[in-house]
């Protein structure tokens, strides 16, 4: 069984940083990409970030590329997303989640599991 734990969100000021961590629990991890899926108040589910199987092949949405950083260590199970420069708009509950498939920020259906998510809030 395939547990997903994320961790790394609170609060901060707008410009700041944060850095959020995804655990994979159970067996597989290599063959998983994963990635981070953030959902604001009001708004639907948007992919922010993903990344390969192996780490050599990550993607970001137009709204976080230059700020937000994706890696995985395979050895530790664990996917983080470093996040700087935030902005209001970044405030949302992050989700990761892990697919067998080619990792993709718009297919979230392909996303088979996820976590229960971290709540990231920034203020202005």
């Known amino acids: 069984q395939v547990q997903l734990v994320e961790s790394g969100g609170g609060s901060v000021q707008a410009g700041g940083t944060l850095r959020l961590s995804c655990v994979v629990n159970?067996?597989?991890?290599?063959?998983?990409?994963v990635a981070w899926i953030r959902q604001g108040p009001g708004k639907e589910r948007e992919g922010v970030s993903c990344?390969?199987?192996?780490?050599?092949?990550?993607y970001y949405d137009d709204a976080v590329k230059g700020r937000f950083t994706i890696s995985r260590d395979n050895s530790k199970n664990t996917v983080h997303l470093q996040m700087n420069s935030l902005k209001s708009e970044d405030s949302a509950m992050y989700y990761c989640?892990?697919?067998?498939?080619?990792?993709?920020?718009?297919?979230?259906?392909?996303?088979?599991?996820w976590g229960q998510g971290t709540q990231v809030i920034v203020s202005s």
């Open positions: 159970g067996p597989g991890f290599a063959d998983f990409a």
């Open positions: 989640a892990a697919t067998n498939r080619i990792c993709t920020l718009w297919d979230l259906e392909r996303y088979t599991y």
């Open positions: 990344v390969s199987f192996t780490g050599d092949h990550k």
